[in-house]
């Protein structure tokens, strides 16, 4: 509104002062908009940067921060905010405290027209109040900025966690949750976190009593309130399990129980469930759609009570609910589940629904008394933890327990917007972010807001339509809409088409969504004067409905479906892009960026190199369980999506592969028969970089018999290693040579200037694997003998390594399981007298692994003296292996645990024959001392082996740092006869490849070497290059080819000389 219609209003409105409201909402609400820091900053970097002059603070004494520490960083106080231009709060003030033309911010729970809230409403517009609804604040993305979600998490958690402990004393079981308080105890998430990690090492180490195991937490939704307390949960030694899986858990329990009654179990189960594991559809002909669910619950069945429930210890029920949409549990449900021996022992209501998803929830708690009981078999409600039924918590201002980090976390993103809110005369000097947070200004609800009035005068309360139509309107038709109505305004859109075609509407039911991933719904009674009219109405809310789909895929942000009668227009959510091919990859760690980068890029880039075939654009999507890593993962490529998967839900997972052309897997090993056999159903082609198992090798037939491809290998070893063999290989037979001998050297090593420990080795993942492999035997063939050497002597086993292309790399190798294989693989067992595979590393560390292998740190069995309440230092435990490997009477060591100096430690490991050389022990004790095995500190509680403290010592002294490069180097020999005469040839193939660091983001070599061979692997069956079809690898020349000169083209380059001998 301009200064003309303001005329006789004093607006304070841009004036630079803002106050900061007491809350009086609840005795309980301690955050803060705005910590005293984020109001230091505000007031130093003075108006003209900050826009912010004064700042008036309200006294409390209930505050998490005291009045003292805003006044000393310049803060006023003072109950009089008429001096403020903007004032700002959490939760909405009295309506006394609403002061005429000034600004306003704070959760109003207005903008949806919420019945509760319209007497602040109308306040706020008879003040002339410009109100900013932190809720409406969302970024580029359609995201809320300022939320408390996972807050409300966190708390929710351990105060069930708290209260667990309590019901199951009562119940006749201590249990480390005894010793857990509520999470307003602590004077930090810090301190709470750490509280509910000593219960988890109790429970680590003393375990549960079976009879109230397996305690099964499920958590019903994935949003950041149940991220929220999945992460507490994580602090507790845990497995999840999929939904499918709880028979399954519960029925080994019932056989523990009885066969071992005193046995302890050492973890807790938690279960993600979703609204597909939730209800089904009515017609057992269909399968679940999330987008027909939202827009007609009517047409799906609730089976929580059968599938999940009776397997349920704990509920974290994190997912908002509407009355339009079956129940997770009616209390007739619950209680014939208690009837029937259900384990539920207790609800954690995080979202407080009272009397919603769970009906039997039926009030609200508080902090100071969280719980209340609710008995089923008499259907009473009590307030102590004594007798039968179930305990159930349902506070609904949790994210206050947590006020400190709470307001640090919302103050962090609040001050951005200070700036422009403070200084602002006109909501157009704002940005635009700000601009659509606005609900009201100068007496009027702005633009984007009008439909609340609208919804007002045709309000669900206004009276019924008469027989002759809406309003006196001839005719008369019922209008479904579900989708973003509210957070992007469809609604607005919607009643402006009604309106403008001269017809009236009735606002007969409105569930509005809480959060912006929560779709909202209204019935609308539409009427118009004659039929033609209505018609065009029904179009063109036809039309926008439509709109909301773009090449065949919905827009997230503008998602809306529509029923008018018996007549639906709505799309599936998971369609994807028909006009593009589609790439599917599963897993978002390290390896897929490089993957995606590439497929993304393969049209632009790497056309011309398939003989000059053109690529069409590659639509790639990106799944993780998790859709904030495939986000992160995927920033800044064009072409990609990221979307949440998780692959247990065989459903879902086979809906999208249904619309793909490829998927890549870059998942564990143990996932990929699973998803093999969902590509084989629906007909689509598949690549993984993992070697071929015995499930994948099953699969062969089938996926033949489909004409499917499932090209498996396709990595750097195996992979690469593979294509570089099979091309020296086949050009050798093509020449009518014979091989004589072939050799293959590979490893992932840090760079030199990387290599800077005495192992000059680190990892990039958990160290076990690496570990592990060192103690297989390997098998391989030289010059016609068959070697076969020992686990156990391996790392003995290893030689002396140099590439003459490469004359600056001391290296060695270590032989690599069973090179036979390869021979076979290759076709050269009868004609090579020499097959060998070695894994390389850095000379010298084969010399100290083995001396740490017989000192013990790689014994994988439970270790006594990590069995106890008490944890010996890392100093007396390597003492302890020392000891054990004396054969004299006489201990070395003093029994305070240390080990002693250098040289007495080089002695010892000469003395009791663990070294073979001085120089070997001297490097092992430089080792030792450098993964700290030496110090004197306390052995962490999850350490139960020799092994388990290696890795942990290595995992944490021997990870990459930022500026770290890794590297790898593949490096192949073919020995090559002639029958003709011709000279004896050697044939040297050789990659060595660097982690990259590209636009500030760094990718590690190996998953340049993995990820962009195997998105090779996925273009070329995009392509329709492979004809093979089955389980195979990239043997034969239809992969290599092509393959090889496309990784060229992306530089991963291999240098090749042939020389006669």
Not at 462 to 484: A, D, E, F, Q, R
Not at 755 to 780: E, M, V
Not at 807 to 833: H, K, M, Q, V, W
Not at 990 to 1018: C, H, Q, S, W, Y
Request: hydrophobic share 40%.
């Amino acid at each position: 509104m301009d200064s003309a219609k303001r005329e006789g209003h004093c607006s304070l409105l841009g004036n630079g002062v803002v106050g900061i409201l007491s809350e009086t909402i609840n005795i309980w609400e301690r955050r803060v908009p705005l910590t005293p820091s984020h109001c230091a900053r505000l007031l130093l970097s003075g108006k003209g940067t900050s826009g912010v002059d004064r700042i008036i603070v309200q006294p409390s004494t209930k505050r998490i921060h005291h009045d003292a520490q805003y006044e000393d960083v310049g803060c006023e106080i003072s109950e009089d905010l008429s001096e403020c231009g903007l004032i700002i709060g959490i939760k909405q003030p009295k309506l006394e405290m609403i002061l005429p033309d000034r600004g306003y911010a704070f959760f109003s729970h207005t903008h949806k027209a919420q019945k509760e809230n319209l007497p602040l409403l109308d306040k706020i517009l008879a003040e002339r109040v410009s109100l900013y609804d932190y809720e409406l604040i969302v970024g580029d993305d359609g995201k809320r900025l300022l939320a408390f979600g996972k807050f409300a998490g966190r708390a929710g958690l351990i105060d069930f966690l708290h209260g667990l402990g309590q019901r199951y004393l009562n119940l006749g079981y201590s249990t480390p949750f005894l010793s857990l308080g509520a999470s307003h105890m602590y004077p930090s998430l810090a301190a709470a976190k750490a509280a509910v990690i000593a219960v988890g090492e109790e429970i680590a180490t003393l375990g549960l009593p079976a009879g109230i195991s397996p305690l099964v937490f499920v958590f019903t939704g994935d949003g950041n309130v149940s991220q929220g307390a999945q992460e507490i949960f994580k602090l507790l030694p845990h497995a999840f399990i999929n939904a499918d899986k709880l028979p399954e858990l519960a029925g080994a329990a019932n056989w523990t129980h009885h066969s071992q009654a005193t046995r302890r179990i050492f973890q807790v189960y938690g279960c993600i469930v979703t609204c597909r594991d939730m209800v089904a559809p009515k017609d057992s002909t269909r399968s679940f759609d999330k987008v027909d669910y939202y827009a007609h619950p009517e047409h799906y069945y609730s089976v929580f009570h059968e599938r999940i429930a009776p397997y349920a210890s704990a509920i974290v029920n994190c997912m908002y609910w509407e009355k339009r949409f079956p129940r997770l549990l009616s209390t007739k449900q619950l209680q014939d589940l208690m009837k029937n021996g259900c384990p539920l022992v207790g609800v954690s209501d995080v979202t407080c629904d009272i009397g919603g998803s769970l009906e039997f929830v039926n009030r609200t708690t508080s902090i100071e008394k969280p719980f209340f009981r609710y008995d089923p078999f008499t259907d009473s409600y009590h307030d102590d933890m004594e007798g039968d039924g179930v305990i159930c918590l349902a506070v609904d201002i949790l994210p206050t327990e947590f006020s400190r980090e709470a307001s640090q976390h919302f103050g962090d993103i609040l001050s951005q917007f200070i700036s422009s809110l403070a200084s602002a005369k006109e909501l157009t000097d704002l940005p635009t972010h700000l601009r659509k947070a606005c609900i009201t200004h100068g007496g009027a609800l702005t633009s984007l807001y009008e439909y609340i009035s609208r919804m007002r005068k045709s309000s669900i309360d206004s009276p019924p339509t008469t027989i002759n139509g809406l309003s006196g309107k001839n005719y008369c038709t019922l209008v479904s809409l579900s989708g973003h109505l509210f957070d992007q305004f469809l609604i607005n859109e919607a009643l402006d088409i009604i309106e403008a075609a001269g017809g009236s509407f009735r606002l007969v039911r409105c569930e509005v969504g809480q959060s912006t991933h929560a779709m909202s719904y209204s019935e609308l009674e539409v009427g118009a004067d004659d039929a033609a009219l209505l018609d065009k109405i029904i179009d063109s809310l036809t039309s926008l409905a439509n709109s909301s789909i773009t090449d065949g895929a919905i827009r997230k942000d503008r998602e809306l479906s529509l029923k008018i009668g018996k007549v639906s227009a709505y799309a599936s959510e998971d369609s994807i892009p028909r006009k593009r091919p589609a790439v599917l990859i599963l897993g978002a760690g390290r390896v897929c960026r490089p993957a995606a980068e590439f497929l993304a890029s393969a049209g632009s880039s790497y056309g011309g190199i398939l003989s000059g075939q053109d690529i069409e654009e590659i639509q790639v999507l990106v799944a993780s369980l998790y859709k904030e890593d495939a986000e992160e993962t995927i920033e800044g490529i064009k072409n990609a999506t990221p979307i949440q998967l998780d692959v247990m839900d065989i459903e879902r997972l086979s809906d999208y592969v249904s619309q793909v052309e490829v998927v890549l897997s870059l998942l564990p090993p143990s996932f990929h028969a699973a998803i093999a056999n969902i590509c084989i159903k629906n007909k689509k082609n598949m690549v993984t970089a993992s070697y071929v198992d015995d499930s994948m090798s099953k699969l062969h037939d089938s996926a033949k018999d489909a004409g499917v491809t499932i090209l498996c290998e396709m990595g750097l070893d195996p992979g690469i290693d593979h294509m570089m063999a099979m091309k020296m290989i086949d050009q050798a037979h093509t020449r009518r040579g014979k091989v004589k001998a072939f050799t293959s050297y590979c490893g992932g090593l840090p760079s030199p200037s990387s290599a800077n420990n005495p192992l000059a080795y680190k990892f990039s993942w958990n160290p076990a694997g690496a570990i592990r492999a060192g103690r297989n035997s390997a098998t391989y063939k030289f010059l016609g003998e068959v070697v076969h050497v020992d686990g156990s002597s391996l790392y003995d086993s290893a030689k002396t390594f140099r590439l003459p292309e490469l004359p600056a790399f001391a290296l060695e190798c270590l032989p690599n399981r069973n090179s036979l294989t390869y021979g076979d693989l290759y076709g050269i067992s009868e004609e090579a007298s020499t097959i060998f595979r070695a894994t390389l590393r850095y000379e010298g560390f084969s010399e100290i692994m083995a001396t740490l292998a017989n000192i013990g740190f790689f014994d994988m069995e439970h270790h006594p003296l990590l069995k106890g309440s008490q944890q010996p230092t890392f100093g007396a435990f390597l003492n302890e292996l020392l000891n054990v490997n004396s054969c004299t009477e006489t201990r070395n060591g003093s029994s305070d645990g240390s080990v002693g100096n250098d040289e007495e430690l080089v002695g010892r490991l000469i003395m009791l024959g663990l070294c073979k050389e001085k120089a070997a022990a001297v490097k092992t004790v430089k080792t030792i001392r450098f993964l700290g095995l030496h110090d004197d500190v306390q052995v962490p509680a999850t350490c139960l082996s020799a092994f388990d403290v290696a890795c942990q010592r290595m995992e944490e002294r021997l990870a990459y740092t930022s500026k770290e490069q890794d590297m790898v180097l593949l490096h192949h020999e073919v020995e090559v006869e002639f029958p003709d005469g011709r000279p004896t040839e050697n044939h040297r193939a050789t990659l060595l490849e660097f982690g990259r660091t590209e636009d500030g983001k760094a990718t590690t070599a190996m998953a340049l070497t993995v990820g962009i061979p195997a998105a090779v692997g996925a273009l070329l069956l995009l392509q329709k290059r492979v004809q093979e079809k089955g389980v195979i690898r990239p043997l034969r020349s239809e992969v290599y080819i092509p393959a090889l000169e496309i990784l060229e083209a992306t530089g991963i380059t291999m240098l090749e000389k042939v020389e006669t001998a």
